[in-house]
């Protein structure tokens, strides 16, 4: 995990086995990112975000995974760890004919919407 520290997984739900995910996390809102990103006010870097995912894509699928392609990728609204540091995320994985991982994610806090994300995964 390059994030050390930074999210704590809260709760998992499985909607479908090896398919579809719920988990709530929440962010460490004295995480050293948010000194540099930015002081006295705070906000997730984006690539973070899209960190959280993989590293969770990781543990489904007990696999190193290198992000080949981003078909979709929308930033949403802007997360301010001090005031929305709880999300819940919504993550489908799905293995495609040639091994790569298909993986979509909807992160929200809330019911607002932060972050969509679809990526393709190269097993490493």
């Given at each position: 995990?390059?994030?050390?520290?930074?999210?704590?997984?809260?709760?998992?739900?499985?909607?479908e086995?090896?398919?579809?995910?719920v988990?709530?996390?929440?962010?460490?809102?004295?995480?050293?990112?948010?000194?540099?990103?930015?002081?006295?006010?705070?906000?997730?870097?984006?690539?973070?975000?899209?960190?959280?995912?993989?590293?969770?894509a990781?543990?489904?699928?007990?696999s190193?995974?290198f992000?080949?392609?981003?078909s979709?990728?929308?930033?949403?609204?802007?997360?301010?760890?001090?005031?929305?540091?709880d999300?819940?995320l919504?993550?489908?994985?799905?293995?495609?004919?040639?091994?790569?991982?298909?993986?979509?994610?909807?992160?929200?806090?809330?019911?607002?919407?932060?972050?969509?994300?679809t990526?393709?995964?190269?097993?490493?």
């Amino acid at each position: 995990m390059i994030l050390e520290n930074f999210y704590t997984i809260a709760a998992k739900t499985v909607i479908e086995e090896n398919k579809i995910y719920v988990f709530d996390i929440t962010i460490n809102n004295k995480h050293a990112i948010f000194e540099g990103h930015f002081p006295d006010n705070p906000i997730m870097p984006g690539v973070c975000m899209m960190q959280i995912t993989k590293d969770i894509a990781e543990n489904l699928t007990n696999s190193k995974l290198f992000m080949k392609k981003c078909s979709n990728v929308k930033f949403m609204a802007i997360i301010n760890p001090d005031k929305n540091k709880d999300l819940n995320l919504q993550i489908t994985i799905t293995e495609e004919e040639n091994g790569d991982i298909k993986v979509r994610n909807t992160t929200k806090f809330e019911e607002t919407i932060a972050l969509k994300l679809t990526a393709i995964y190269q097993k490493i």
